[in-house]
């Protein structure tokens, strides 16, 4: 995107050559990078593929990677863990590109987090709930429930902006549910909630 030509910019200042990664043939980055690589920024197996071919005809070896103006850490966390490079997890990129998996395991470790869980249909949708993609980017598909807006609408966005199709709903803290009662049952999370819940919300899985 254009967002990116001022990072890459910015790294030719302080003295690094750039790799620049896009899809995209026409992508404004590639105006200013010193090698181009036509690949997704969303998928890290052909761009590994990829970046090691650069290595094997002598372009040089990386110092880092970034992922400039593109919600990609898990794909900049593969390329790392790929070339011993520094940086976030894989594990830790995986997890804050997914909302259902990340608050799961932040309510695990003990950090308070919304009443949360899948939504399998518009049916499991209440009033005033937060509905999103479990994966997508950019806040794309987030809606709040509030007074006319169509919960089947908000379900089937979500639903189509998530790569892997899932929907996510999150209760706002505000709002009083009655008491929850978690349990770790051999490394897996269970959150149950009173019966009045909707049934999405009364088994939350990891």
Do not use: W
């Not at 505000?174 to 051999?186: I, V």
């Amino acid at each position: 995107s254009t967002e990116s030509v001022h990072i890459i910019r910015r790294a030719h200042e302080l003295g690094f050559r750039t790799v620049v990664v896009d899809g995209n043939k026409d992508a404004p980055g590639f105006a200013l990078a010193d090698t181009r690589v036509l690949s997704s920024c969303y998928h890290a197996d052909d761009l590994i593929s990829q970046l090691h071919g650069l290595l094997a005809i002598g372009k040089g070896g990386f110092d880092g990677v970034l992922a400039a103006a593109t919600d990609s850490p898990h794909v900049a966390a593969a390329v790392r863990q790929a070339f011993g490079l520094p940086g976030m997890s894989v594990e830790a990129a995986e997890l804050s590109v997914d909302k259902h998996r990340q608050k799961t395991r932040l309510l695990v470790d003990g950090i308070p987090v919304p009443v949360f869980g899948y939504a399998e249909s518009p049916q499991d949708l209440l009033s005033d709930m937060v509905v999103k993609p479990a994966d997508s980017r950019g806040a794309r598909g987030v809606q709040r429930l509030l007074k006319g807006v169509d919960p089947v609408k908000a379900y089937e966005q979500a639903c189509a902006l998530s790569p892997t199709g899932r929907v996510v709903v999150e209760q706002l803290p505000s709002q009083r549910f009655g008491r929850r009662r978690e349990f770790l049952l051999q490394h897996r999370f269970e959150e149950l909630v009173r019966t009045d819940v909707p049934r999405i919300l009364d088994v939350v899985r990891r």
